[in-house]
Nanobody, 115 residues
Framework: VQLVESGGGLVQAGDSLRLSCAAS????????MAWYRQVPGKQRELVAS????????NYADSVKGRFTISRDNAKNTLYLRMNRVKPEDTGVYFC?????????WGQGTQVTVSS
């Protein structure tokens, strides 16, 4: 199983960014997918999640209205569109695949937002 994130980088506050997570080795379309982020010294926190069909999403309060999680099951890819980013959005962003019995993590992609 591989989850490979990409799209991170250094951006300025107010900019937009799109993260991608390419999945392989799993039946992507049946897994719940999510984005988490982590900053040094703090626990990894849930940013957004999406059900297998894509019909339902959930967001942390801090990103509601700015971030959009989506998925393309035909391409086995998860996305996170980040609009109007803020310095507090800085962190390593991880994608996670979850089923009833298993969970897998990607290696993460760094997002740094300068003020």
């Amino acid at each position: 199983v591989q989850l490979v994130e990409s799209g991170g980088g250094l951006v300025q506050a107010g900019d937009s960014l799109r993260l991608s997570c390419a999945a392989s080795g799993i039946a992507f379309s049946v897994w719940v997918m999510a984005w988490y982020r982590q900053v040094p010294g703090k626990q990894r926190e849930l940013v957004a999640s999406i059900v297998s069909s894509g019909s339902s999403t959930n967001y942390a309060d801090s990103v509601k209205g700015r971030f959009t999680i989506s998925r393309d099951n035909a391409k086995n890819t998860l996305y996170l569109r980040m609009n109007r980013v803020k310095p507090e959005d800085t962190g390593v962003y991880f994608c996670r695949a979850t089923s009833y019995t298993r969970a897998y993590w990607g290696q993460g992609t760094q997002v740094t937002v300068s003020s």
